[in-house]
């Protein structure tokens, strides 16, 4: 079985890869799982300076939930222990007092996007989009429409969360959203060189401001989740995500079939 996560030491800066491209690096939650492990790991090791998280591929940085994890959710007993994994992992992230920097070398969407925004410092390239993509999926937009409005503000947040549209380039760095934008191929070296830059500042002085951010931003969060938790429930309760998603996966299957009939034509000659 191919390792989803790949961790690797650059100098003194892990860089932790989500290792699904096929998938977009979709989140599993076995796959939060091995980061929230590894990044409690790194944080407590001291030959460790900084964190730098990337997807594999060109494709995504992290397109979300993988929808084939919750199509069949049962509203009563798979949401909330959907949802405990996810604030785990982004508690878990937040936590670290060394500098966190995403390296998005694609596409990051729904909790993707949302993870982005755990980061400190955001690396991208000028083709990357990022957004919160959830209500399209069926799925209510909830603890993306917190993170979204502590980076944002109230009026571009809510237009995001209903639009479940992503935004370019020039949008994402007019909204401070992306801290750097650099050629496709420098976007994991330039995050690498971010961490280090932190790290070289004073320790204490990063880790008590890192701190400060968190004592602010935890307590919405927490609270967010606790409401995605009934609200999740409710829609899930209502049918309507896993119509969604099962409509999802019979376009995506009937697009691979009439790809398959075009293929099998051009080779017998039909046209």
């Given at each position: 079985m191919t390792d989803e996560i790949l961790v690797e030491n650059r100098d003194g800066v892990a860089v932790i890869t989500l290792n699904r491209p096929a998938a977009l690096n979709a989140w599993t939650m076995r796959m939060q799982d091995r980061v929230r492990e590894r990044v409690a790991a790194l944080a407590a090791d001291d030959a460790v300076r900084g964190i730098v998280f990337t997807g594999a591929g060109e494709r995504a940085f992290c397109a979300g939930q993988d929808l084939a994890e919750t199509a069949a959710f049962d509203a009563d007993e798979d949401v909330d222990r959907w949802l405990d994994n996810f604030r785990a992992l982004y508690e878990t992230v937040l936590q670290v007092d060394k500098p966190v920097v995403a390296a998005i070398n694609g596409v990051a969407a729904g909790s993707g996007y949302q993870f982005t925004l755990l980061c400190d410092v955001r690396v991208a390239h000028s083709e990357v989009t990022m957004g919160q993509t959830e209500v399209?999926?069926?799925?209510?937009?909830?603890t993306?429409?917190?993170?979204?409005?502590?980076?944002?503000?109230?009026?571009?947040?809510?237009?995001?969360?209903?639009?479940?549209?992503?935004?370019?380039?020039?949008?994402?760095?007019?909204?401070?959203?992306?801290?750097?934008?650099?050629?496709?191929?420098?976007?994991?070296?330039?995050?690498?060189?971010?961490?280090?830059?932190?790290?070289?500042?004073?320790?204490?002085?990063?880790?008590?401001?890192?701190?400060?951010?968190r004592e602010h931003l935890l307590p919405g969060l927490r609270e967010a989740f606790a409401a995605a938790a009934r609200i999740d429930k409710e829609a899930w309760a209502s049918g309507q995500p896993q119509q969604v998603m099962r409509e999802f996966f019979e376009a995506r299957k009937a697009r691979k079939t009439r790809g398959a009939e075009r293929a099998a034509a051009g080779g017998s000659g039909r046209s």
């Open positions: 399209s999926s069926g799925i209510p937009s909830i993306g429409m917190y993170l979204t409005r502590s980076a944002l503000g109230t009026s571009r947040m809510l237009e995001l969360m209903l639009s479940s549209r992503l935004m370019g380039m020039d949008e994402l760095t007019a909204v401070g959203l992306v801290h750097h934008v650099v050629p496709r191929e420098r976007v994991l070296d330039r995050a690498i060189e971010v961490a280090h830059e932190i790290a070289a500042l004073p320790t204490v002085a990063v880790a008590l401001t890192k701190r400060r951010y």
